[in-house]
């Protein structure tokens, strides 16, 4: 997931996060993971996910992270 340059910095990240974590826990998930950009683990950090393991590259993405957090 991410949002096109023009639309950062107005919450539109968050509120999409924010969705989807509302409708995993109406279906009773517990853990939500996601594989997250180097430059988005400030904006994951922010939300109170957890960063996991080691940095892997994704091909045409660049260097990304495992960040999870429970539901």
Not at 45 to 71: F, K, N
């Amino acid at each position: 997931m991410a949002t096109h340059e023009a639309h950062r910095q107005r919450g539109v990240g968050r509120m999409l996060i924010e969705g989807a974590i509302s409708a995993l826990s109406e279906k009773n998930c517990s853990v939500v993971w996601a594989d997250a950009r180097h430059v988005a683990l400030g904006f994951y950090a922010r939300l109170d996910w957890d960063v996991m393991g080691p940095t892997y590259e994704v091909p045409l993405r660049g260097p990304h992270r495992l960040v999870w957090r429970r539901i």
